[in-house]
């Protein structure tokens, strides 16, 4: 079994911040990629941020700039630092990872958190 728990969201005025954290448990043997995605009503899924157990990051273009994901393997953790959010930026954010477990250490699946809401207003 494998849990993703992210935590962090909430309620913040444009041109705030907000910094989500999630952390990986469970029999994890090897996580690839964790990222961040988000959904707003309305619309499909979207890649917000990434980053790879290299530390090679990606981002949506709507995003450069003023946000910045990181990861700390040892805890099996990524964050997503949000600055400069924008009402459009609302959405609930969901940390994905793409993992291998112990008892089938080759495969490798992906993995969702159940989503954290963040909600900018104007």
């Known amino acids: 079994q494998v849990q993703l728990v992210e935590s962090g969201g909430g309620l913040v005025q444009a041109g705030g911040s907000l910094r989500l954290s999630c952390a990986a448990s469970?029999?994890?043997?090897?996580?690839?990629?964790m990222g961040w995605y988000r959904q707003a009503p309305g619309k499909q899924r979207e890649l917000v941020a990434d980053?790879?157990?290299?530390?090679?990051?990606n981002y949506a273009d709507s995003v450069k700039g003023r946000f910045t994901v990181s990861r700390d393997s040892a805890e099996n953790t990524v964050y997503l630092q949000m600055n400069s959010l924008k009402p459009e930026d609302t959405a609930v954010y969901y940390c994905?990872?793409?993992?291998?477990?112990?008892?089938?250490?080759?495969?490798?699946?992906?993995?969702w958190g159940q989503g954290t809401q963040v909600t900018v207003s104007s």
């Open positions: 994905n990872a793409f993992l291998s477990v112990v008892s089938d250490y080759s495969k490798y699946g992906t993995y």
């Open positions: 469970g029999s994890i043997f090897d996580i690839d990629t």
């Open positions: 980053i790879t157990g290299g530390d090679s990051t």
